[in-house]
């Protein structure tokens, strides 16, 4: 018997009504810009203005490739098998916790941990520029409020993973497709999860306002520190959660602590040196075929973003199959003043630039709140995937990779091994400064790297911003 056709996980459609009136309206603006030109051109005194007038319009065309054909596109992520979805890394980056106040940084890392998505298959690692002992501490206390705030979301089906924002919204609008019978439950648990939040954000304040932490983590140590990395566990010492095997619904997912080494003499090339150490780091651990990047001050604002990721991703028909490196989720912000008079809202960008290039070749990516394929950050080819590293001689892997040989496995072995509680030995050498020296890592390699694949910008809203 022939196998039935796959599902379609996804559709896309040209938004015509707004691609008519954009062509309409370049149609006009250049009418009337070639009308002027060649008005000014007709008088020898108005040449240089023509030409002026020219340049201008060359930029304005060389700017309206991405207004001609804007898409929509929707997810189907019920339709997704959900014993087939490939693991998954979920990358935060923090940089100084003075800044990035570590209650709202944890946020972010327990939105993570929360999203819909089988545990066992889920690990989030979060980079500590810093170094900061407050840092390691906070991720150990949300560690322990995540074994009681994941089981939480997943019961009830919670929509919005952010505890913050759920504590503080109305319980309508945050449970989705719940049983009503269970709401008596649900009330007790709420004030059980909640009661747990308010003693975790009290105690991470706390911490924060701790002279003796700041006494033994000055500004000097947060450029020149060790590498440190710890799988943080319920209990020092302990293993991280009973995953009971590979396939596992219900298992906590992974928390990795990175703080890299930090040298005033080595540059560390901020972000995307962060993004690179937690790059290595986590092929030693989870090694997941997709990674999602999520700065500290972003929340995932639905508990689908994953799925919905991977209803690109993974959707065999069509042209995406193999050429689609990332997803690029758009960005909404919080906290800004009521006209918004700098536009920070980003909704040229967001609304209408990156819907114009998804109808193209796909937005650009924008730095944070994107699902991406590791091989495609690895530099690899598009459908290559993991035998071009299969047939790559160690010494040339090694040259491009550098001598890990915990990380040169990593990029021959098959994706679905997980070593979920022991921390590789290789852990910190990859997160040292000199690491990268005389590899391929910032040019064939890393989180720089030009990707040569299409990329696709799905639904509205997937992440916010809280400023
Ligand atoms: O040495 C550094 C510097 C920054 N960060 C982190 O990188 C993220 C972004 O840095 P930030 O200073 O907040 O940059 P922004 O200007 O706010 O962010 C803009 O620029 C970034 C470019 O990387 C994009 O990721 C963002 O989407 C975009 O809003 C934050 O989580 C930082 O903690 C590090 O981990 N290490
Ligand atoms: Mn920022």
Known sequence: MQDAAPLQLHTVE?????????????????????AAIAHRARRPQHLTLAAADLALLFLWLLSQAPMLRPVSRAAFPGRLSRPALPAVDVMVVTADPDKEPAVKVMNTVLSAMALDYPGARLAVYLSDDAGSPLTLLAARKAYAFATAWVPFCRKYRVQCPCPDKFFSGNDDDQIGGGDHREYDELADDRIRVKNMYDRFKEDVEEAM?????????????????????????DEPGGSNGDSGGFDDEDAMPLLVYVSREKRPAW???????????????????????????????????????????????????????????????????????????????????FSTRWKGLDGLRGPILSGTGFCVKRDAVYGAQPASSQDQFSSMEVGELKARFGHSNGHVASLRRSWSTIARDVLPEDATFLASCAYETGTKWGEEASSETRIHSRSIMPLPSIHGHVT
Request: one cysteine or more; a negative charge.
């Open 267 to 349: 540059p560390h090339h901020f972000k995307a040196g962060a993004l690179n150490a937690l790059l290595r780091v986590s092929s030693l651990v989870s090694n997941a075929p997709y990674v999602l990047v999520l700065d500290c001050d972003m929340y995932c604002n639905t508990r689908s973003s994953i799925l919905e990721a991977m209803c690109f991703h993974l959707d065999s028909r069509g042209r995406h199959a193999d050429d689609l490196a990332f997803v690029q989720f758009p960005q909404m912000f919080h906290n800004l003043s009521g006209s918004d008079i700098y536009a920070n809202e980003l909704r040229s960008i």
């Open 14 to 34: 040209v938004d015509q009504p707004l691609a008519a009136a954009n062509r309409l309206l370049a149609g006009l603006h250049l009418a009337l810009a070639a």
């Open 209 to 233: 306002n701790d002279g003796a932490l700041s006494q033994i983590w000055t500004k000097a140590a947060r450029q020149d520190h060790d590498a440190h990395v710890e799988i943080i566990a």
